[in-house]
């Protein structure tokens, strides 16, 4: 069965937790005792309804102020297909648990209360969206229960969404308007009867219909050699594997490749997945990868495809969302961890900060702080094999850790 990765996002209060509630709710993935205890703490609370958040809020914090703070993911299963939900903070303050929850998803839930509209936080939960190059995005118009389902609303909202994803540089982007109520479980997994103006489809079969695939554009393949295996036992004395996971595209028996950095060609002569070979492994696939030549191959080394070598530098410029209470300053040195690479980086110039509402940047700042977002340059003490995060998602992302603590304080994206 095909699973799907989704990240949510929404401003305070716009519902995310309850709409996550509700898909448990509805696909019947609450199990008895967890329904039980929403509805005695329903009732203590006062509510002649189910809070659907209490499914999702799992930090004490969490339920007692009824926000969401950290980053919970949430796994449910239809007929058709099994999902993983990252169930991302609203706040402000939480930018950087929306990106490091966003990572590796293959859609999104931008979540906007039909009485507020668009936010600052909907602007910005937009932008990252497009930032991580997530191309199937789902804006849910939730409490439409609460202006009284008016179609007026739902399509000034829409209206602003599609102004602002006009200004966006990530073209690709698939959006998908969705008027609901997360609590009374209108358009959720269910149509409504309250909005007859909506001829769309309902947010779980909408999410049903994704090609998990298809939300993944096929790229240049790169393959990072995790480790190195020599068994010496009697019946595989002879074998040397690589072993790692295919990223971009996919390997089959035969291809041409070349070893980076040495620039050492060869074919690919068997690919092994346990017990078990293949003629052909996906990307996503983790593997082992014999060649047809006895070339030298270390842990680190990566093996692509002829004539589609990724760029090796020591010098990269990249959007960085910062995510540490010491700010980022020019001349600062950090550790960098690209792949199962790393180097030393040093930073190199701050070039501008980058406005979440789309409006432009402000040029040569001094400092990057929290939940910023900017363009930096770094110079690395080592080469690195690289591309551009629009190229490939998987090999032009980094982290930059803090050498003094050990805190991941940055993630980037190579330009």
Known sequence: MNVLKIATAG??????????????YDTKSLTDDKLAAIEEKSKQRGFDYLDF????????????????????HIYFSTRKKSFIIADTPGHIEYTRNMVTGASTAQASIVLVDARKG???????????????RIKDVVIAINKMDLVDFSEEK??????????????????NQQLTFIPMSALQGDN??????NMSWYAGETLLHHLEKLDTEATEEVTQVRFPVQTVIRPKTDEYHDFRGYAGKIYGGDLEIGDEIVVLPSQT?????????????????????????TLADNVNVSRGDMLVKV?????????????????????LQVSQKYHIKHGINDAQAKITQLSSILKTDFSGKIENPSELALNQIGV????????????????NKSNGAFILINPKTNNTVGVGFIK
Request: charged letters at 25%; hydrophobic letters at 40%; glycine letters at 4%.
């Open 11 to 24: 401003s305070v209060d716009d519902g995310k937790s309850t709409l996550i509630g509700r898909l448990l």
């Open 53 to 72: 958040s209490l499914a999702t809020d799992g930090l004490v914090a969490e339920r007692e102020q009824g926000i969401t703070i950290d980053v919970a």
């Open 118 to 132: 668009v936010v600052e936080q909907t602007y910005r939960h937009f932008f990252i969206n497009n930032l991580l």
């Open 154 to 171: 739902y399509n000034s909202i829409k209206g602003e969404i599609e102004y602002l994803a006009s200004k966006s540089d990530f073209k």
């Open 188 to 193: 959720v997994a269910s149509k409504s009867e």
């Open 265 to 289: 060609k060869s074919t690919i002569k068997s690919i092994h997945f346990f017990d078990k070979e293949f003629e052909k492994a996906k990307s996503g696939s983790a593997v082992t990868i």
């Open 307 to 327: 004539a589609e070598e990724p760029t090796i530098t020591k010098q990269l410029d990249a959007t960085i969302c910062w995510m540490d209470k010491e700010p």
């Open 376 to 391: 930096i340059q770094l110079k690395l003490s080592k080469y690195l094999l690289v591309d551009s995060f629009n190229q």
